[in-house]
T-cell receptor
């Protein structure tokens, strides 16, 4: 079946540094990927829609300069958290859909970011 | 107004019994899809079941079935013969639109229900 791989699964970084998270569709092409954020014991909130070859679409309240999204190929989207602060500590998870199977959105394994 | 409402923050069920997790939704789009995902403590999102708005029959996948009541805008998940491994967070989610084209995989999630299966 369709697989989405996300890396790294866990990362700890210092305040002020940047962290890049990768999301790959392994066996299908994804023109669109989605980035979600989940705080402990809360739901998944959509941050942005990543579009291959064009700018990402950010949800209201999400700082585009802080959360940089690049979707340079049909199988890879990256989320870079710039100048990370402790309040950016969260679980970040990506998803993508395969056009041949419209009954399921496939999720990566998620990345647990801790900013110290 | 919330698009997906899960009114049960937590549910308990005895092993081998059935449990129903509630989900109501709100949309004016005639074409939509409803999903249930399981999220164990590891964080991964495990797809369980899907129901399309035009599907005539309730979806079933093994021990999972979806009680789809379109007029009431509800899509409750029924887990039969609960197992200890079913203990996890369960999310109901909705996709608005036909689902064709990658942009239609944008999901809106409910707040989730934490299911605990007791031995």
């Amino acid at each position: 079946g369709a697989v989405v791989s996300q890396h790294p699964s866990r990362v700890i970084c210092k305040s002020g540094t940047s962290v890049k998270i990768e999301c790959r569709s392994l066996d299908f092409q994804a023109t669109t990927m989605f980035w979600y954020r989940q705080f402990p014991k809360q739901s998944l909130m959509l941050m942005a829609t990543s579009n291959e070859g064009s700018k990402a679409t950010y949800e209201q309240g999400v700082e585009k300069d802080k959360f940089l999204i690049n979707h340079a190929s049909l199988t890879l989207s990256t989320l870079t958290v710039t100048s990370a602060h402790p309040e950016d500590s969260s679980f970040y998870i990506c998803s993508a859909g395969a056009e041949s199977r419209n009954t399921e959105a496939f999720f990566g394994q998620g990345t647990r970011l801790t900013v110290v | 107004a919330q698009k997906i409402t899960q009114t049960q923050p937590g549910m308990f069920v005895q092993e081998k019994e059935a449990v129903t997790l509630d989900c109501t939704y709100d949309t004016s789009d005639p074409s939509y899809g409803l999903f249930w995902y399981k999220q164990p403590s590891s964080g991964e999102m495990i797809f369980l079941i899907y129901q399309g708005s035009y599907d005539q029959q309730n979806a079933t996948e093994g021990r999972y079935s979806l009680n789809f009541q379109k007029a009431r805008k509800s899509a409750n998940l029924v887990i039969s013969a609960s197992q200890l491994g079913d203990s996890a967070m369960y999310f109901c989610a909705m996709r608005e639109g036909s689902g064709s084209g990658g942009s239609n995989y944008k999901l809106t999630f409910g707040k989730g229900t934490l299911l605990t299966v007791n031995p």
